[in-house]
């Protein structure tokens, strides 16, 4: 057993505490307090940060590690250039994606895995397309969520998958992370495989992951079936004879309409949800993964955040993926959160975005995600600068306080810091 202790400990379920400290054994977390508190309560070894602050490791709850080269993997394949719409970038997307071999998904996930590491992260809820890539994951730091991603309309080869991935899930494996599943977005799945999908979900009593109202395009397919999605997508990836009839309806209104939206299900982006969907997204339970940078560098508009929190719909952070992001920064992304959605959001409320939220809407807040009795050892060291308060403390760390420390089950991660988050 160790004592960690801080000028601040901060477990995001309650509030600072100042001059707190953590009792850790065994990799887990065992009781909190003041370090005065726990020292006349037990005699073991006192590790002292004074000047710093104590929080939870980083909870990113959507990334696709395995598009982390995607930067470079543009120019080598001589595919560099700008998508003009969302639909567009899809398809630059899976231009890329089938010139790649399995060494190079490898090291772009490993590349990925070192990078949320080294800022902070160190649970992810991951999009899992190539499921050969999961001893990757399973021998890495690291823990989580892997949602194995589903996609396809033609019946013969989702009968096909949905075999493979009822074996995948049976001999799953993952280190520290635990199975999920994704069907990925409203129009990429057949209205049977969402139900399957959502069966399967089921029986294996796990959470799943869906890209819900991304971009406008999504919204004029579900309308009446025409736009980029319908004219462009489809036929690149030869699914025309599945444009389905107009549904004169939102993605999420058809979704509901399926019984494929509950309490186990987490949306992500969310941007042209209408009133009626967001009350939809209450009313069964879905939580939400917000992901404002992604939305930002794809032009595909603005969540409607205020909507959402006023509603009372658990909210989470994600940074997607390199291919839509330059960074897998959460800190960046909080940053970001509270420069656009200026006054929506308190500095104490994007960190639970980024720790417990994100924790919640990966199913795996019994685990992780704040500072709590019983959960994994898994906290950063930040440095603090001098006089800061507690009304400033949380604002201080995440504008500007550097990491000093990186902890995964109670242990230093090696090589993670120092360097700013």
């Not at 960690?4 to 887990?28: F, I, K, N, Q, T």
């Not at 939400?288 to 955040?305: I, K, T």
Request: glycine fraction near 8%; aromatic fraction near 6%; hydrophobic fraction near 40%.
């Amino acid at each position: 057993m160790v004592i960690y202790a801080a000028s601040y400990l901060v477990p995001v379920s309650a509030p600072p505490v100042p001059g707190g400290a953590m009792l850790v054994a065994e990799g887990r977390i065992v009781e909190t307090g003041t370090l005065a508190a726990l020292r006349a309560k037990y005699s073991v070894p006192v590790h002292d940060f004074p000047g710093c602050a104590i929080l939870p490791g980083l909870v990113n709850a959507h990334t696709h590690l395995e598009l982390t080269h995607f930067p470079s993997w543009k120019i080598r394949k001589d595919i560099d250039y700008s998508p003009r719409s969302y639909v567009d970038w899809i398809i630059q997307v899976i231009k890329i994606r089938r010139t790649l071999t399995h060494q190079e998904l490898e090291l772009s996930v490993r590349e990925g895995l070192r990078i949320c590491l080294q800022s902070g992260t160190t649970t992810v809820g991951e999009i899992l397309t190539e499921r050969l890539l999961l001893p990757v994951y399973a021998d890495s730091q690291l823990g989580g969520r892997l949602f194995f991603e589903a996609i396809g309309h033609d019946p013969a080869r989702s009968v096909e998958l949905l075999t493979n991935l009822d074996n995948a899930l049976s001999a799953f494996s993952g280190g520290e992370f635990l199975p999920g599943l994704s069907p990925h977005a409203p129009h990429t799945l057949s209205e049977r495989l969402h139900g399957e999908i959502r069966r399967l979900a089921r029986e294996q009593g796990m959470p799943r992951m869906i890209h819900l109202a991304e971009s406008r395009e999504e919204s004029t397919f579900f309308f009446d079936s025409t736009g980029k999605i319908a004219e462009q997508l489809y036929p690149h990836v030869r699914w025309e004879e599945y444009l389905p009839p107009p549904r004169r309806s939102s993605a999420t209104a058809w979704l509901d309409s399926l019984d494929l939206l509950d309490g186990e299900t987490t949306a992500v982006h969310c941007v042209h949800l209408t009133p009626a969907d967001a009350e939809i997204l209450r009313h069964r339970g879905v939580r939400v993964v917000l992901c404002p940078r992604s939305n930002e560098r794809l032009d595909v508009g603005r969540a409607p955040a205020a909507m959402l929190k006023k509603l009372g719909i658990p909210l989470a952070l994600g940074t997607d993926s390199l291919a839509s992001n330059d960074s897998l920064s959460l800190w960046d992304e909080m940053r970001y959160l509270l420069d656009v959605f200026s006054g929506v959001f308190s500095p104490s409320e994007a960190l639970s975005m980024a720790t417990l939220g994100a924790a919640q809407a990966l199913s795996l807040a019994d685990r992780v995600g704040s500072l709590d009795a019983g959960k994994r050892a898994d906290f950063l060291v930040a440095q603090l600068p001098c006089q800061v308060s507690v009304e400033e403390l949380t604002e201080s760390f995440i504008h500007t306080a550097d990491l000093r420390g990186v902890f995964m089950a109670g242990y230093p991660v090696d090589g993670a810091v120092p360097q700013q988050p």
